[in-house]
């Protein structure tokens, strides 16, 4: 099946300590999307990647970082900077010049931090 | 700040059009209209998107008024899968996606 895979669906972990959030599609897309949602929210891009070994912050990077070493992944990294990390995590692909001209959603993972 | 305005819930009947409206009074001339939904705890799923022009395909229906200023998304026959966030993004080419708090919609049998 081609497609986004997000894993784990849901994890936990305590204060203080890194957490990585796995994100791979086999859609041969070029640009990589992360997006954080809280409660009654919509989504706030966290950092983007358009080719392999490059990355932009977003709108909300303070406390993540990303790598895209592949061009099939783009792991998000919630450090124990971010403030607030508890919330559901998304992430997209994107292919310039695809029909529909769109963005692609993995199912999610939803963090928790105690 | 997002560039549309939706409301933030409505309600429909199961097999009923469902009519979701966004103002996007202050849209670029090279931005297109995009709409997702978002059913609860998913990932946002693409519906359709147009220029200024009608669009139509298998989920539902786009109508952008002349001026471009306002656009409503039509789901034809609503079902209770129907259910969703509603979101409308104006985007241009290129450029990344910004979501607002979209329009709760709501499907009653």
């Known amino acids: 099946d081609g497609g986004i895979t997000q894993s784990p669906k849901y994890l936990f972990r305590k204060e203080g300590q890194n957490v990585t959030l796995s994100c791979e599609q086999n859609?041969?897309?070029?640009?990589m999307y992360w997006y954080r949602q809280d409660p009654g929210q919509g989504l706030r891009l966290i950092y983007y990647?358009?080719?392999?070994?490059?990355?932009q912050k977003g709108d909300i990077a303070e406390g993540y970082s990303v790598s895209r070493e592949k061009k099939e992944s783009f792991p998000l990294t919630v450090t124990s900077a971010q403030k607030n990390p508890t919330a559901f995590y998304l992430c997209?692909?994107?292919?310039?010049?695809?029909?529909?001209?769109?963005?692609?959603f993995g199912p999610g993972t939803r963090l928790t931090v105690l | 700040d997002a560039k549309t305005t939706q409301p933030p819930s409505m309600d429909c009947a199961e097999g009923r059009a469902a009519n979701l409206p966004c103002n996007h009074s202050?849209?670029?001339?090279?931005?297109?209209v995009y709409w997702y939904r978002q059913i609860h705890s998913q990932g946002p799923q693409y519906i359709i998107h147009?220029?200024?022009n009608n669009e139509t395909n298998e989920m539902a229906s786009l109508i952008i008024t002349e001026d471009r200023k306002s656009s409503t998304l039509i789901l034809p026959h609503a079902t209770l899968r129907d259910t969703a966030v509603y979101y409308c993004?104006?985007?241009?080419?290129?450029?990344?996606?910004?979501f607002g708090k979209g329009t709760m919609l709501l499907v009653s049998p």
């Open positions: 990647s358009q080719i392999v070994n490059d990355f």
């Open positions: 859609l041969n897309h070029d640009a």
């Open positions: 202050t849209i670029s001339g090279n931005e297109y």
């Open positions: 997209a692909s994107h292919s310039a010049g695809q029909v529909p001209d769109t963005q692609y």
């Open positions: 993004i104006v985007r241009a080419p290129y450029s990344t996606l910004t």
């Open positions: 147009g220029l200024k």
